[in-house]
């Protein structure tokens, strides 16, 4: 059972930052793609950011990009997500993910979810 701790979120203003970790564990596929994805009240999944192991490529959603950084440390099979500039329209309840590829609108419809971490940005 892959487990997935993340840690971070919780509530700042506008222009505030917060920082997400994710930890994975127990899974069994050495490539595979880790980042975030997020779901706002009434709105469907949303992929914000992902990175490969072997992949210098970065993933980012059109919304977040220029104010969010995904980084990993393979060692410690942690996934992190740097938000700065935070808007109201950030709020949502992020989730961490692993999958062997990339797929859907979460990107991650086919992989394991953490159990997410509420963001909210106040104006």
């Known amino acids: 059972q892959v487990q997935l701790v993340e840690s971070g979120g919780g509530s700042v203003q506008a222009g505030g930052s917060l920082r997400l970790s994710c930890a994975a564990s127990q899974y069994d596929y050495t490539d595979n793609y880790m980042g975030w994805f997020r779901q706002a009240p009434g709105k469907e999944r949303e992929g914000v950011a992902a990175?490969?192991?072997?992949?210098?490529?970065?993933y980012y959603a059109d919304s977040v990009k220029g104010r969010f950084t995904i980084s990993r440390d393979n060692a410690k099979n942690t996934v992190y997500l740097q938000m700065n500039s935070l808007k109201p329209e950030d709020t949502a309840i992020y989730s961490c993910?692993?999958?062997?590829?990339?797929?859907?609108?979460?990107?991650?419809?086919?992989?394991?979810w953490g159990q997410g971490t509420q963001v909210t940005v106040s104006s």
């Open positions: 990175l490969g192991t072997s992949d210098v490529k970065t």
């Open positions: 993910a692993i999958a062997r590829f990339m797929s859907g609108r979460s990107w991650f419809d086919h992989g394991d």
